[in-house]
């Protein structure tokens, strides 16, 4: 446990959302630690959206409670949370200076430095405006712009879900070299055999509840398989 881990960043406790008479997550009982990059994965419709979006405050919670660094979503908690959502959300008509500048201004823990650097690497200009971005670049430009905060809490939905497999690497040493070391990155996925070599912690969702959390090391060793080769043995159809 690094020096961090006892700090609880993600707390759900009896955690319940409906959307009328669907249950989208059930009683969800769950603590996550800072320092830590943990792989939330699952079936398609297995509430992994739903439990980022509860934490954002895009959704509230039909019962139970779910707290960032101890505190309930709301206006408080997203200035130390930095949020990538699983859609397109960036105007088409902005350039990504343009965006680089109001990201600067929006938010206080913006590094653009780092963004540059980043987006230079990629071979991104500032001047190209969104809307003539192939889609797995405008992914690019957004999980930069989400890893440039120096944020405490990192949802991540999907983050490499349209990104050509040449780029996944670079995208996942992004995510690796990039956070805060007291915080806490939450990946929400279903491409697992290729962000596992990430993950410290992973866990497992299946219609709404917590089936598995676990040390993804420990996972590997007590069951002799790879977190991807478990999660198709476990949720096999």
């Known amino acids: 446990m690094n020096e961090y881990g006892s700090r609880t960043l993600l707390q759900c406790e009896n955690l319940t ?31 992994k959206t739903t439990l980022i979006k509860l934490a954002q405050h895009l959704l ?21 949370v930095s949020y990538l959502p699983d859609r397109d959300y960036l105007p088409q008509w902005m350039s990504l200076e343009d965006v680089l500048r ?7 823990d913006f590094r ?16 190209t ?28 939905d999907e983050p490499i879900a349209g990104v050509d497999p040449a780029a996944r690497d670079y995208i996942l040493r992004t995510i690796l070299t990039n ?15 290729d962000v596992e070599p990430v993950l410290d912690e992973v866990v497992f969702l299946k219609e709404g509840q917590v089936v598995l959390h ?11 398989k790879s977190v991807d080769g478990y999660f198709r043995e476990v949720f096999k159809c």
């Open 17 to 47: 959302k409906r959307y009328g008479s669907t249950t989208a997550l059930e009683h969800v009982n769950l603590a996550l630690e800072g320092g830590r990059i943990v792989g939330l994965v699952g079936p398609n419709g297995s509430g």
């Open 60 to 80: 509230t919670p039909s019962e139970g409670t779910i707290l960032v660094d101890g505190i309930a979503p709301g206006r408080e908690t997203k200035a130390i």
């Open 102 to 108: 109001f990201y600067e201004d929006f938010y206080v």
């Open 112 to 127: 653009r430095d780092r963004a540059e650097e980043m987006l230079a690497n990629l071979q991104i200009p500032e001047r």
């Open 129 to 156: 405006t969104i809307k003539k971005m192939s889609k797995g670049t405008r992914e690019k430009v957004q999980l930069i712009l989400t890893m440039s905060r120096d944020a405490l809490v990192y949802l991540l």
């Open 179 to 193: 956070y805060n070391p007291e915080a806490m990155v939450l990946i929400s996925t279903h491409l697992i055999a």
């Open 214 to 224: 676990k040390n993804a090391d420990a996972l590997r060793e007590e069951t002799g």
